[in-house]
């Protein structure tokens, strides 16, 4: 089971963790920072309450399997590290060039 | 994910799920009321008569705010995740009962009666609400809220608070006498690697803060607040790494070190962790020593310090109790920070590493 978004057409990212409120909070400040110039928006919420429009959740590997159960049609893009993590790049090199996201 | 046909995740991935959906579940009934447990612990630590500036009319603030303000929180919150205002409601009345049950706080009472009297009351608006005579919606709604939540309030005295008295009042008991035998240290046994798989808000706020409350309005302070958040093992790990860690820690630690300790966000700290899993040594090690430290020398706070960031641990320290605090802190940090060094090899093998891939790009 994979989906897949093409990143031009990426209007919403949704960070994901535990409680929706720590670590979520943090990546969305940075995130919507260096989206900003695609006109994405960005929002953090709780893993189990990722809303039905969002069009990429980015999520903690470790917490990957309950974003995929809660959000059984969009990709779930996964990274390791809060700070640094290639994920993070990648994601906005897609967005900006329109490649293909999967997850 | 490009394989077409995965393979059904392994027995332990989808247990570890399972609790972390329990436990986030616990957690999101008290996590967003944290704002009142902060009023509550800054109230406390200010006017109660040990407090910094005595004052016996404020201070009549404190017993309803944890008796009543914070359980009816958890209550409705845990009733709202069920089934919305309504779940919210009913749960609400529902906490009464089991508030009026004990003369503690009855958080786990309201973590369970919440959500069971909402859920009841979702299983009953789907049996009847599509048979409603048009014109009656508004009328059966009100009085269904009404009697079931009144019912389940009465349910809750009689039943469910007494029962869940007993229960925490066990689990109290049992802490008491962990700490009291000096065995408590070696509940970092279990904190520490149940953090690291994102457990720490399901075992913070679904387990110690309730039991911390409990003892905190016998005792005025409580232990267990320091258990998890404590933010020294992190710091110690994320200093090691900053030190003697592989390339990318170096880079990336030191702005975790400021997140983890000062804006409290530990998850920051966990991936260093699952990237080189001895370390879990490093903060049971820490988590233990700052145990042992906070438990010789009688520490505890007034109420849940959330975030686990320094600045939230020490709003809610009472006044005289910052040396204990502070001393359990610098401790943890010292021996996480030690004994993470140590396994890293004090940097001799991420040189190692590096080295080697030098040679390899130099080679192709």
């Known amino acids: 089971m994979s989906n897949t978004i093409n990143g031009s057409d990426v209007r919403k990212v949704v960070i994901a963790c535990d409680a929706g409120m720590g670590s979520s909070a943090l990546l969305k400040t940075q995130l919507a920072q260096s989206l900003k110039p695609y006109g994405v928006t960005v929002e953090h919420t709780a893993v189990n309450a990722i809303p039905i429009d969002a069009d990429v959740v980015v999520t903690q590997a470790g917490l990957a399997g309950r974003a995929r159960k809660s959000a059984p049609d969009t990709p779930v893009v996964t990274f390791q590290m809060f700070l640094g993590d290639p994920a993070f790049t990648k994601l906005e090199a897609a967005i900006r060039d329109g490649a293909d996201i999967d997850g | ?364």
């Open chain 2, 1 to 364: 994910m490009t394989t077409t046909d995965e393979p059904r995740p392994a027995f332990k991935e989808r247990a570890r799920a399972s609790i972390q959906r329990f436990g986030g579940y616990l957690a999101a009934m008290v996590m967003p009321n944290i704002g009142a447990f902060l009023a509550f612990g800054l109230i406390t630590a200010l006017f109660i008569p040990t407090g910094w500036l005595p004052n016996e009319s404020m201070a009549e603030l404190v017993d309803p705010l944890i008796r009543f303000l914070l359980p009816l929180l958890i209550g409705y919150t845990g009733g709202t995740l069920v089934h919305g205002q309504r779940g919210g409601v009913v749960g609400s009345i529902a906490t009464m009962g089991v508030i009026v049950a004990s003369d503690s706080p009855m958080f786990l009472g309201a973590m369970v009666i919440g959500p069971l009297s909402a859920l009841l009351m979702k299983l009953f608006d789907a049996a009847v609400q599509p048979k409603i005579r048009a014109g009656f919606e508004m009328l059966v709604n009100n009085f269904s809220a009404g009697i079931l939540g009144g019912i389940m309030a009465l349910f809750g005295l009689k039943v469910v608070g007494p029962v869940v008295a007993a229960i925490t009042g066990g689990l109290g008991t049992g802490v008491a006498w962990l700490v009291d035998m000096r065995l408590i240290p070696l509940v970092s046994l279990i904190i520490e690697p149940a953090k690291v798989l994102f457990l720490n808000n399901a075992i913070n706020h679904g387990v110690l803060s309730p039991l911390g409350v409990q003892s905190a309005e016998e005792t005025g302070k409580a232990i267990t607040f320091l258990f998890e958040a404590n933010p020294g093992p992190g710091l110690g790990i994320l200093l090691a790494c900053w030190f003697f860690g592989p390339k990318i820690s170096r880079a990336t630690a030191p702005g975790a070190i400021i997140i983890h300790f000062f804006g409290g966000i530990h998850e920051i700290y966990f991936p260093y962790l699952l990237a080189q899993p001895k370390l879990i040594l490093a903060a049971i090690a820490g988590g233990m020593t700052g145990v042992t430290v906070f438990m010789l020398t009688g520490a505890g706070l007034v109420g849940p310090a959330s975030p686990g960031s320094i600045i939230a641990v020490l709003a809610v320290t009472p006044r005289g109790g910052f040396v204990p605090v502070v001393a359990g802190v610098i401790a943890a940090a010292t021996v996480s920070f030690l004994v993470a060094s140590l396994l890293l090899g004090f940097g001799r093998q991420a040189r190692k590493e590096e080295q080697a891939k030098e040679r390899e790009s130099a080679e192709t």
